[in-house]
Each structure stands twice: as structure tokens, then as C-alpha cells.
């Protein structure tokens, strides 16, 4: 079935440092989200790229999709303790299985003062 | 406008008794998903359900089922429950409109199983 993966699992950075967490899926997507989850909080949506090779920003966020919409990553230019979280791409399908996502593990950030 | 809702909070149940976990979607939205978030891992998706009917289930037993009620609100059950099971339940709601939709998380329910 379809995988999504994410790396690093964790991430530790000195505040003002860059952070990027990639996503890989198996299987070509029609298209992905980003989520973020503060420590002891739920999963908040950030942003969704449909497009081949389409990039988005939001302030210090970059997100990128793959030209083969197999892969994504987010980048945080630096980084603010405010970023702490774990970063959470999730990938979706096609036909039937569209409708839900498929969540990589996350990334966990982690930033030091 | 209120968000996903979740009750309760945190239940706590012992070894191969039944768990329900109740999920209330943003008005309007027609779809509700179920995940688990065990300690430390990603979200396993659990079931999806749209205008009352489940339209996918992720790799679960079938001890793990669920119901979407006329008013779109969700119950999750799980039987004979195992110490596996402890986890964090989140809900999400969506709009579904054919493609795929942004989702919106509840606060989730703790569940420990002792």
C-alpha cells in the first residue's frame, strides 16, 4: 500500500538556524499537505501543494512539491522557538482512497535559545 | 464557529473491556476521520467515514469499528481492548467535496489501558 516517509525523525537547531524536513511517498500523489502539531496539542493544517514542482511560502516556510509529486519538503529559514513542533506531511492518493491522507511519522523540532 | 469536539477527554479502561470515543465535526462539514497517535509515533489512520458511510479503513483489527450518525457526529469503539491500544484518538473533520480536503483535528482522547 501507499508509504509516506519523513526525515529527520528529529531535529535539533540554535535558534536563528535553518531547518528542513523531506517527504517521500511511494506512489506519485495527487497532492500533499503539511501539518503542525505543537507538544501536548493536535495536528494544525498549514498548507496543501497540488501542482508539479509547485512552490508556496508563508513568512519564513517554504514548502516545495516534487516535479514527480513523489516527494516534498518544508524549510524554515531561521528559526524561531515559536517553530517548535512536529511537522507532519501527509500524502494523498487517487480515486477511491483520495478522500483521507497518509501521514509520514513527522519531524520533531526542537530549538534552543 | 466551533471546531472539532472530542469526549472525553482522557478515559481510562483495563484490559479486554469496550472503549467509545465520540467525535463531534465543524457544522457543514460532512466527513470525519479517526487516527491514532501512539506515544512517540506518527498517525495511523483508523477509519474515514462521509454521509454516513465508511469509505476507507486503515490496517486495523476489526475489533476497532466506528459509526457515522445523521447529524455527521462520529462514535469510535473499540472492543476487547489490549494495552496496545493506549494512544492518543484524533478526529478530523472535512468538508469532502470529491478531491482532497483540508482537515481539522480535534483536541483527540486520551485512552490508557491498564
Known amino acids: 500500500g501507499q508509504q509516506v516517509m519523513q526525515i529527520p525523525q528529529y531535529q535539533h537547531v540554535q535558534e536563528g538556524e535553518d531547518f528542513t524536513t523531506y517527504c517521500n511517498s511511494s506512489?506519485?500523489?495527487?497532492?500533499i499537505q503539511w501539518y503542525k502539531q505543537r507538544p501536548g496539542g493536535h495536528p494544525v493544517f498549514l498548507i496543501q501543494?497540488?501542482?508539479?514542482?509547485e512552490v508556496k511560502k508563508q513568512k519564513r516556510l517554504t514548502f516545495q512539491f516534487g516535479e514527480a509529486k513523489k516527494n516534498s519538503s518544508l524549510h524554515i529559514t531561521a528559526t524561531q522557538t515559536t517553530d517548535v513542533g512536529t511537522y507532519f506531511c501527509?500524502?494523498?492518493?487517487?480515486?477511491?482512497?483520495?478522500?483521507?491522507?497518509?501521514f509520514g511519522k513527522g519531524t520533531k523540532l526542537s530549538v534552543k535559545p | 464557529e466551533a471546531g472539532v469536539t472530542q469526549s472525553p477527554t482522557h478515559l481510562i479502561k483495563t484490559r479486554g473491556q469496550q472503549a467509545t470515543l465520540r467525535c463531534s465535526p465543524i457544522?457543514?462539514?460532512?466527513?470525519v476521520y479517526w487516527y491514532q497517535q501512539a506515544l512517540g509515533l506518527g498517525l495511523q489512520f483508523l477509519l474515514w467515514?462521509?454521509?454516513?458511510?465508511?469509505?476507507n479503513r486503515g490496517n486495523f483489527p476489526p475489533r476497532f469499528s466506528g459509526r457515522q450518525f445523521p447529524n455527521y457526529s462520529s462514535e469510535l469503539n473499540v472492543n476487547a481492548l489490549e494495552l496496545e491500544d493506549s494512544a492518543l484518538y484524533l478526529c478530523?473533520?472535512?468538508?469532502?467535496?470529491?478531491?482532497?480536503?483540508?482537515?481539522?483535528f480535534g483536541p483527540g482522547t486520551r485512552l490508557t489501558v491498564l
Open positions: 467515514y462521509d454521509e454516513g458511510e465508511e469509505r
Open positions: 457544522s457543514g462539514h460532512t466527513s
Open positions: 501543494l497540488v501542482k508539479s514542482g
Open positions: 478530523a473533520s472535512s468538508l469532502w467535496t470529491g478531491g482532497t480536503d483540508t482537515q481539522y
Open positions: 506512489t506519485t500523489l495527487s497532492n
Open positions: 501527509a500524502g494523498a492518493g487517487y480515486g477511491g482512497s483520495q478522500g483521507n491522507l497518509i
